[in-house]
C-alpha cells in the first residue's frame, strides 16, 4: 500500500493523541478590560513595566544612562573644592591667517612656534570683520576663523549669538592642542560618543560664582567634546589650567575643533544638549545641523547653560583669598557675570548714561603728560581749570623705595614723596615711572606684600576711587548706601556716593550699583574721560555707538596699543588703568 503524505500522519497522530483541554477560540471585543478587571496586580505590574521601558528609553536617547550609574558615587555637593578663579580651556592656536595651505592641516606640535598666537579675544565686532578676509584685519580674520560657531550660534559661520541652538562654542584648533580645565573641581564623566560628542569630558566646578544670582554660589559643569585623548578619568580632582587631554575630530565633528560648553546644576544631563531626536521629528526636521540651524528648543540654552566665555573672562584674575590694598582698593574676588537676555547681546552696560560706532584710526600727536600733585602739596589758592599747579618732580633713587624731589641745593620747598617699589614691577619700565607718579599723587597704591598686581582687573567700586582720586573730587561725608546692594559701612561708600551725586556713575535696574561686577576697558575709558573733563574734546559722529567717542579718543591720544584698543569689551587691568589715567593728567 503506498504511504500516506507526511503531513497526513501528523494529523491521524493528533488525533489519537487526546487533547489537553485547549481550545482556539476567537478573542472577544473587552477582553483586555476584563483581564485587567480580574487580575489587577497583573495588570499593574505590566503598566509598572511599561513605564519602566519608557523612561529607559528617555534615558538611553539622551545618553546618560552611563552616566547616572558611573557618577552616583561622586557626591559633586558634598565635595569641598574652593574656587581660585578661571583659565580658558586652550592658551594657544595658530595665526591662521599666516598659515600655508600645508601647515593648517598640520598637528598642533607640528606647526612652526612663531605661528602660534595666545586664545584671540572672543568679539563679535571682529567676528563680523573677520568674514571679509580681503579687507581685514589679521587679527579680526583670526579671531573669526578661530571661534567658528559662538555661543547659541548656528552653523552658518556668520559670527552671531542667539541665532541657532548651539549650546556652547566651536574654537577651531588643530588636532592635538593642549586643552585645560577652566577651574577647580572634579571629573564626572569621561566618554565617547560616535555618533555625538566623540570622545568628551565633564567637569563639575563646586562653589563657584553663580552668574544668575550675584553673591551666591552655584555648580557649573564644563564639557569638553571631540577630543583625541583623554587624559583624566572619572573621580580625579583636577586644578585650574591643569591638562585634561587634547583636542581632535572625534565623533560627530566635520574639522577638528573642540565643542566647551558651561551648564547649570539644574540641567537635566551633562554636556547638556536643548533637543532631543523626538523633538526634531516632531518639529519635521531630518538633521541635527539643520536643527541647530533653525534655533530649535533655543529656550533651553537660556534655561540650562551659561554663556562659557563670558564666565571664564569675568573670573579670569580671581584668587581664593582677597587681600585690601593699603589704601582701601582691593581686587574682586567675586565678579558677577550677567546672563545674556533673550535677544542678541547689547554691548555691555556703560557705567554712564549711554553716548554712542566704530572707532577710526587716528594718529595725531598724543597729548603731553601732566601729574597733579596729591591734595597735601596742593595751595589751597584755586587755579583756572586747564592750567596745572607747579609739581614736585618724582624721581625714584637706586637705592631705596624713596621717590624724591629735587635735592636739598635746590631752593625750593619741596618735600620728598615716598611711594612704595613694587616687586612685580620691573624698574626701568613705562609701567614703574607711571606708577611711581600716580602712588605719589595718591591715585593708586600696592599691597601689603609690596605687590601691585598689574594683570589684576578692576571692579566698579575700585574704579570710582581710581578716577575720583585723579580728579581731586572732595568726598561727600556719607556711610549710608546710596544702593541696596552697597554692604553699610564699606570703603567704598563715600567714593560711590560722591560719584553717583555728582552723575559721575550710574546703577543698574532694582537700585542695585554691583560693586564687584569687573568693569571693561570701554566703561572705563568713559568713566576717567569724564570725570576729568574731557568730553568737550570728544569727536561724535554720525551712527557712534555709545563707546566709540571714547575710543577714539584714546586712539588719539595713544593712551594704550592699539592691539588692545581693539578688545574694548574685555575687563580692564590695574596696569591698564594706570596708564589711561596717567595719559589724561
Not at 546672563?339 to 600727536?365: D, G, H, I, Q, Y
Request: proline fraction near 10%.
Amino acid at each position: 500500500m503506498p504511504s500516506e503524505p507526511f503531513h497526513y500522519s501528523i494529523r491521524r497522530i493528533r488525533e489519537a493523541v487526546p487533547s489537553p483541554g485547549f481550545r482556539r477560540t476567537p478573542v472577544a471585543r473587552g477582553s483586555f478590560l476584563r483581564f485587567f478587571k480580574e487580575h489587577p496586580y497583573e495588570a499593574y505590574g505590566l503598566l509598572l513595566a511599561a513605564l519602566m521601558s519608557f523612561f529607559l528609553f528617555q534615558l538611553l536617547d539622551r545618553g546618560m544612562l552611563n552616566y547616572y550609574l558611573r557618577t552616583s558615587l561622586i557626591d559633586v555637593h558634598r565635595t569641598y573644592i574652593p574656587f581660585t578663579g578661571t583659565v580658558y580651556p586652550v592658551q594657544y592656536v595658530p595665526k591662521w591667517s599666516e598659515l600655508t595651505e600645508t601647515e593648517r592641516f598640520m598637528r598642533y606640535e607640528e606647526i612652526p612656534q612663531h605661528k602660534l598666537q595666545p586664545l584671540p579675544a572672543y568679539d563679535l565686532a571682529a567676528f563680523a570683520r573677520g568674514q571679509y578676509y580681503d579687507t581685514a584685519a589679521a587679527g579680526d580674520v583670526d579671531s573669526y576663523v578661530t571661534w567658528s560657531v559662538p555661543y547659541a550660534g548656528n552653523y552658518a559661520l556668520d559670527g552671531t549669538e542667539w541665532s541657532g541652538s548651539h549650546p556652547g562654542v566651536d574654537i577651531k584648533m588643530p588636532v592635538g592642542t593642549p586643552v585645560q580645565s577652566i577651574a577647580a573641581g572634579l571629573v564626572v564623566k569621561r566618554d565617547s560618543a560616535p555618533d555625538g560628542f566623540g570622545q568628551h569630558i565633564v567637569i563639575a566646578h563646586p562653589n563657584v560664582p553663580d552668574p544668575q544670582n550675584p553673591g551666591q554660589t552655584t555648580t557649573l559643569y564644563s564639557g569638553y567634546a571631540h577630543l583625541s585623548e583623554q587624559l583624566v578619568a572619572e573621580g580625579d580632582r583636577v586644578e585650574k589650567g591643569q591638562l585634561i587631554g587634547k583636542s581632535g575630530q572625534t565623533g560627530m565633528a566635520t574639522a577638528p575643533h573642540l565643542h566647551f560648553q558651561l551648564d547649570t546644576d539644574s540641567a537635566p544631563f551633562y554636556p547638556y544638549w536643548p533637543f532631543t531626536w523626538a523633538d526634531m521629528q516632531e518639529g519635521g526636521i531630518s538633521s541635527t545641523f539643520e536643527a541647530v540651524r533653525e534655533g530649535l528648543n533655543q529656550d533651553n540654552i537660556r534655561r540650562y547653560s551659561v554663556h562659557p566665555v563670558a564666565f571664564v573672562t569675568a573670573h579670569l584674575h580671581d584668587a581664593p583669598l582677597v587681600e585690601v590694598a593699603s589704601v582701601g582698593v582691593l581686587d574682586s574676588a567675586l565678579v558677577s557675570v550677567e546672563r545674556f537676555p533673550a535677544e542678541k547681546p547689547p554691548l555691555p552696560e556703560p557705567l554712564l548714561p549711554s553716548a554712542s560706532t566704530v572707532p577710526e584710526e587716528n594718529t595725531s600727536t598724543p597729548r603731553p603728560l601732566r601729574l597733579t600733585p596729591p591734595p597735601s602739596q596742593q595751595s589751597s589758592t584755586p587755579r583756572p581749570r586747564g592750567i596745572p599747579a607747579p609739581v614736585t618732580p618724582v624721581v625714584e633713587t637706586a637705592n631705596s623705595s624713596v621717590l624724591s624731589g629735587p635735592s636739598s641745593d635746590d631752593n625750593s620747598n619741596a618735600v620728598p614723596i615716598v611711594a612704595p617699589r613694587f616687586t612685580d614691577v620691573a624698574p626701568g619700565t613705562t609701567l614703574r615711572s607711571v606708577l611711581g607718579r600716580l602712588s605719589a599723587a595718591g591715585i593708586f597704591s600696592g599691597y601689603s606684600d609690596g605687590s601691585f598686581r598689574p594683570e589684576s582687573t578692576l571692579n566698579r567700586a575700585e574704579a570710582t576711587k581710581v578716577v575720583l582720586s585723579a580728579s581731586e573730587t572732595s568726598l561727600e561725608p556719607s556711610t549710608i548706601p546710596f544702593f541696596r546692594d552697597l554692604e553699610r559701612g564699606a570703603w567704598y561708600i563715600p567714593w560711590v556716593a560722591t560719584a553717583s551725586k555728582k552723575g559721575i556713575v550710574t546703577g543698574y535696574s532694582h537700585d542695585t550699583f554691583r560693586p564687584e561686577k569687573s568693569v571693561t576697558l570701554a566703561e572705563f575709558l568713559k568713566l576717567s574721560i569724564t570725570s576729568l573733563s574731557r568730553e568737550e574734546e570728544l569727536e561724535h559722529q554720525p551712527g557712534d555707538i555709545w563707546q566709540a567717542p571714547y575710543e577714539r579718543y584714546a586712539r588719539t591720544h595713544r593712551l594704550l596699543p592699539e592691539e588692545r584698543l581693539v578688545r574694548p569689551d574685555d575687563p580692564i587691568t590695574r596696569a591698564e588703568a594706570a596708564l589711561v589715567i596717567d595719559g589724561l593728567l
